[in-house]
């Protein structure tokens, strides 16, 4: 089954969108994360699987292939964390991906809680992306 999560990103001092698909296969089990993931984007299978897992879901035990597009742009930083686990969630069908067709960003730890250092970089941008994208109403990280 095949995952679809929508976030942004910075670049600059501009956002762009990132599609996040997530891929459940057969196979040994395995998380690759493609698409240009710096190490702490490759460091979210550990702190996702572990969020996932205490928050009582499951995550895909074979092969899974997270990609995070598009491909030839750098992804920074624990931002796509959130997006990640979504979508490792929903390819085990626990969960309808659809509503989450607006964008999302956020760090959370293994947890479950929200994390927040400071200020969310690139908050800015990434508000005007989801706003150039057409989302309907664009929510600040503490819900309102």
Sequence with gaps: MLAKIYSAAV???DAYEV????????????????GLPDAAVRESRDR????????GYYWPRGRTTINLAPAD????????DLPIALG??????????SPFENFRFGRHGPS??????????GA???QACVIR????RPRSCDGR
């Design 124 to 126: 800015a941008p990434r």
């Design 48 to 55: 996702v699987t572990t969020a996932i897992a205490n928050s």
């Design 19 to 34: 599609e996040i698909e997530v891929n459940g296969a057969g196979g040994d089990p395995n998380i690759v994360i493609v």
């Design 73 to 80: 742009i750098k992804k920074e930083g624990p931002s796509f």
């Design 88 to 97: 490792m969630i929903a390819v085990t069908e626990e969960l309808d991906s």
């Design 112 to 121: 479950r809680q929200r994390r927040f250092a400071g200020r969310i970089g």
């Design 133 to 136: 994208a057409g989302a309907k």
């Design 11 to 13: 670049y600059g001092v």
